[in-house]
């Protein structure tokens, strides 16, 4: 039976959505300009952010409805991957651009989510799918809820911002919780104007 048409992603698309902003996001950092240390920060900042709100509905939400309803061994190993995620954004949060070891630290952090995400799409996603088909719609409305609980005022920003980011593309707004308007943005721009965004750290 096909699924029935909503405004907010499924648990999967919603999940797949922010795996395809954060390599975006990561693609865009490969390509800009290392000595715009201020544009490189609010990247990485940003990112970072959405990272930890992608991580938390995870483990709230998602994971433990997988795990009622089978033993898949790879939701442990992401469990470490997920806090080793967060030991490399703290560590960048406490680095400035031009510290020593930024530019490796971010590509430790980037190494480390493609190979998340690589595992979960082959190994998580498809048994979820398969297995939790009738609860998927009602997970997403839980997962978008939370995030924007978790993201809250600047949902709004955060994902405009995003978008400026990963210039040349349609960018899923699920990442930080629009998609609970069913909106997509497209933005064409050859670099970020984070302005209003400076100096935020907080997520």
Do not use: W
């Not at 039976?1 to 902003?21: C, G, R, V, W």
């Not at 590509?107 to 998580?124: G, P, S």
């Amino acid at each position: 039976m096909p699924k029935s048409k909503s405004s907010t992603p499924d648990a999967i698309e919603l999940l797949k959505q922010d795996h395809a902003n954060v390599k975006k996001a990561f693609k865009e950092f490969e390509k800009m300009d290392h000595e715009d240390t201020a544009t490189l920060q609010e990247l990485v900042v940003t990112v970072c952010s959405e990272l930890k709100v992608h991580t938390a509905i995870e483990e709230e939400i998602f994971y433990p409805a997988v795990r009622a309803v089978t033993q898949n061994d790879v939701i442990a190993k992401s469990l470490d991957e997920h806090r080793e995620m967060r030991r490399l954004i703290g560590q960048l949060r406490q680095m400035e651009p031009d510290t020593v070891g930024y530019d490796e630290t971010v590509t430790d952090l980037m190494r480390d989510v493609m190979h998340h995400v690589a595992d979960e799409e082959t190994l998580v996603l498809p048994e979820a799918e398969r297995l939790l088909a009738d609860q998927l719609g009602e997970l997403g409305m839980q997962m978008t809820k939370r995030r924007l609980q978790l993201v809250g005022p600047r949902s709004g920003e955060i994902a405009l911002d995003m978008g400026r980011a990963v210039s040349g593309h349609t960018v899923a707004l699920a990442m930080v919780g629009v998609t609970a308007m069913g909106l997509l943005v497209a933005r064409r721009s050859g670099h970020l104007d984070l302005s209003r965004f400076r100096g935020g750290r907080s997520a």
